[in-house]
């Protein structure tokens, strides 16, 4: 496995192996990349393509922007908020494949305003349940001011993910990509669960608040 990793980052010319805890907290959980082969799995489901923008939060060091850009031709986005880490993944964009697709900013993920067209969202629990509240206003925020479908692909959810995710009326849940079976022990979080924020949803509850102010009128 180890190797297979440091195979894709020489493919792609990065670095990106390797965790780092230096700064973590009770709200901000430490960097480690997404796995290569969940990666893949992600690429090979259909769900993001050339046409997509896909926001990566706790992108870390970038190899979820660097990869998916390079083998879906998606235009990607990383957030990160470790001024150190970041380095790191500036300094792989003037060698990585792709880079001119893949763009990072530092900031703090509860305080970013989410483009118009983001339409894909990536999390690998880089943050605590509570700052993930604040992150979904976010891009209800921008879903409702930009109408359009939003998938959100979370890897290795925690039940308290799962839990807040189930309460938010905005979005359905879509599918999961298993990804046990790469890793030894068949661990039930090795998944990505697909949530939606589908444009029929929106379509259906403005005209829902049209009717309502007609009727009261």
Same mark, same amino acid.
């Given at each position: 496995?180890?190797?297979?990793?440091?195979?894709? &980052?020489?493919?792609?010319?990065?670095?990106? =192996?390797? /965790? &780092?805890?230096?700064? !973590? &907290?009770? #709200?901000?959980?430490? #960097?480690?990349?997404?796995? @290569?082969?969940?990666?893949?799995?992600? %690429?090979?489901?259909?769900?993001?393509?050339q046409e997509d923008?896909?926001?990566?939060?706790?992108?870390? +060091?970038?190899?979820?922007?660097?990869?998916?850009?390079?083998?879906?031709? !998606?235009?990607?986005?990383?957030?990160?908020?470790?001024?150190?880490?970041?380095?790191? !993944?500036?300094?792989?964009? +003037?060698?990585?494949?792709? %880079?001119? +697709?893949?763009?990072?900013?530092?900031?703090? $993920?509860?305080? #970013?305003?989410?483009?118009?067209?983001?339409?894909?969202?990536?999390?690998?629990?880089?943050?605590? %349940?509570?700052?993930?509240?604040?992150?979904? %206003?976010? =891009?209800?925020?921008?879903?409702?001011?930009?109408?359009?479908?939003i998938f959100l692909?979370? @890897?290795?959810?925690?039940?308290?993910? =799962?839990s807040y995710l189930?309460?938010?009326?905005?979005?359905?849940?879509?599918?999961?990509?298993?990804?046990?079976?790469?890793?030894?022990?068949? &661990?039930?979080?090795? /998944?990505?669960?697909?949530?939606?924020?589908?444009?029929?949803? #929106?379509?259906?509850?403005?005209? $829902?608040?049209?009717? +309502?102010?007609?009727?009261? !009128?």
């Open positions: 496995m180890e190797n297979y990793e440091k195979d894709r &980052d020489r493919l792609l010319q990065i670095g990106t =192996i390797g /965790r &780092d805890d230096v700064i !973590a &907290d009770e #709200y901000r959980y430490p #960097y480690e990349p997404t796995p @290569y082969g969940v990666l893949e799995r992600l %690429a090979d489901s259909g769900l993001v393509g923008v896909l926001l990566d939060y706790g992108c870390g +060091k970038g190899r979820v922007g660097f990869f998916l850009s390079h083998v879906t031709g !998606a235009k990607t986005i990383g957030i990160e908020y470790d001024d150190r880490i970041f380095a790191t !993944a500036m300094e792989n964009c +003037k060698t990585a494949l792709c %880079a001119g +697709k893949t763009d990072f900013v530092l900031t703090r $993920a509860e305080e #970013y305003q989410v483009p118009g067209d983001v339409n894909r969202c990536y999390f690998f629990n880089p943050f605590s %349940a509570e700052l993930l509240h604040t992150v979904m %206003a976010r =891009i209800l925020e921008s879903w409702y001011e930009e109408p359009r479908e692909f979370f @890897y290795y959810p925690s039940d308290e993910y =799962i189930m309460t938010v009326d905005e979005l359905e849940f879509y599918d999961e990509i298993e990804c046990d079976d790469l890793f030894d022990g068949k &661990d039930p979080r090795e /998944r990505i669960m697909i949530f939606q924020l589908p444009l029929d949803k #929106y379509i259906a509850e403005f005209n $829902a608040l049209v009717e +309502k102010y007609r009727n009261e !009128a």
